[in-house]
C-alpha cells in the first residue's frame, strides 16, 4: 500500500481480555517497529522485525505481549489479559533502505 | 543501552528561530534522527545526521557533533503549524538497528 496501515484504529476492551492488533506496513519494507505512546509521553520501543532475523523484543514490558510477523510483511501485536496499564496508543513503523521510518496512524487502546 | 535527554517545552515567537537539543548516550552509535508529531498525529521524519556538521532541508536544519554525543534540530521562520511534539532518536550496537526516541520537546509557536 501507499502507507502503512494499523488496525483497528480504536480498541476499547475489559481488563482481563485479550486484544490483537495488526500492522500493514509499505510493500518491500524489510523492517518493522512496535511502538507504545502514552499521552503526552515519549515512544517506548516494543519490538523490531528485520527480514528473516530473529526478532529483538527486548522492549517489551511482559509475557503478555508478544507479536509476530508473518512472510515478512503483517505483523500482529497480541497483548494478553490486557491491564489498565496498558491503555495507551501503539503504533507501527516499516523502514525502507534509509533511515526514514514511516509510521502508522496507530491504535488507540482503552482497558476499561 | 541508551539515554536521550530533550528539554520538555519551548515557546517561540511566530517568525523567529528556535533550537532544540538533544543530548545522548549510547552503546555505539550510528545516527541522530529528528521526528515531527502533531496533536492526535503520527510521528513524521525530518531529517538524519550520521556525520557531523549541518543538513538543511528547507526551514529545518540539523546538527551532529559525535565528539560530544549532542545534537540539534534548528527550526527557522516559525509558522504556527510549527507547534507540535520533536523527538530525536538515535540508533545504536545494543538493539543492531534498534531506533529510540527521546521523551520529545513541545514546541509552542506564538503569535
Known amino acids: ?112 | 543501552g541508551q539515554s536521550l535527554e530533550q528539554p520538555s517545552e519551548v515557546t517561540a515567537v511566530e517568525g523567529a528561530i528556535v533550537q532544540i537539543n538533544c543530548t545522548y548516550q549510547t552503546s555505539g552509535f550510528y545516527g541522530l534522527s529528528w521526528y515531527q508529531q502533531h496533536d492526535g498525529g503520527a510521528p513524521t521524519f525530518l531529517s538524519y545526521n550520521a556525520l557531523d556538521g549541518l543538513e538543511e532541508t528547507g526551514r529545518f536544519s540539523s546538527f551532529l557533533s559525535r565528539s560530544d554525543s549532542y545534537g540539534y534540530l534548528l527550526l527557522q521562520e516559525l509558522q504556527m503549524k510549527d507547534s507540535a511534539s520533536y523527538f530525536c532518536a538515535v540508533r545504536d550496537q545494543t538493539g543492531a538497528n534498534n531506533l529510540f526516541f527521546g521523551t520529545g520537546t513541545r514546541l509552542t509557536v506564538i503569535p
Not at chain 1, 486484544?19 to 507504545?36: F, N, Q
Open chain 1, 1 to 112: 500500500g501507499a502507507g502503512v496501515s494499523q488496525s483497528p484504529s480504536n480498541k476499547v476492551t475489559e481488563k482481563g481480555k485479550d486484544v490483537e492488533l495488526r500492522c500493514d506496513p509499505i510493500s518491500g519494507h524489510t523492517a518493522l517497529y512496535w511502538y507504545r505512546q502514552s499521552l503526552g509521553q515519549g515512544l517506548e520501543f516494543l519490538i523490531y522485525f528485520q527480514g528473516n532475523s530473529a526478532p529483538d523484543k527486548s522492549g517489551l514490558p511482559s509475557d503478555r505481549f508478544s507479536a509476530e510477523r508473518t512472510g515478512g510483511s503483517v505483523s500482529t501485536l497480541t497483548i494478553q489479559r490486557t491491564q489498565q496499564e496498558d491503555s495507551a496508543v501503539y503504533l507501527c513503523a516499516s523502514r525502507g533502505v534509509n533511515e526514514k521510518l514511516f509510521f502508522g496512524s496507530g491504535t488507540q487502546l482503552s482497558v476499561l
